[in-house]
């Protein structure tokens, strides 16, 4: 199994273990310990923007209401929705990216959203340059939605849809 890791960093040879600083629950503080941090090939889309980018991306699961998908998903056959303020639009369809393949069998799964880690350093086996980030979602059967803020979306957590929030820090007024 191939596993991945995006970056604007064309030149990555190795991945050393990285220190995190984010609030976690308790049991998994372990996570803010040196990692090195990798995404599976299903959930890879959630990654490509820029790497300040905030986003919402949400998919449905097997419990997933009619109503919830229709909603947030709409009537197209796709795979996820990815929810970009329009502030990052131009950024994102002029970013570049690095998908770097790394070797599955040194990291281990979280079972989280396609989440992998591992607690020593890794070298990637390739490395492929994204330079249309759009057509790369459209490939992978996300649809992306230009919104003017994502807080009106905070309630996709409240939904039988899975939805993963990504640098939402960084959106406009998500921590006021």
Known sequence: M???HFSGDPDIR????RAGSSVRPQGHEWLNDPLVWAIDEWHSPMYLFPRECPRILVWPLPGTTTADRDWWMGELPVR???YLEGAWEERWRSGVLHRYTLPGDAFECLH???MWVCRGPVSPSSVQRITDLPRAL???NVEVRIVPSLL????AWDTTLHASGIRLRNAIGWDE
Do not use: Q, T
């Not at 190795?14 to 273990?17: A, E, S, T, V």
């Open 2 to 4: 191939n596993l991945y």
């Open 14 to 17: 190795r991945f050393d273990p």
């Open 112 to 114: 989280d959203a396609g």
């Open 138 to 140: 459209r490939e992978s």
């Open 80 to 82: 996820m929705v990815a």
């Open 152 to 155: 009106p979306l905070r309630g």
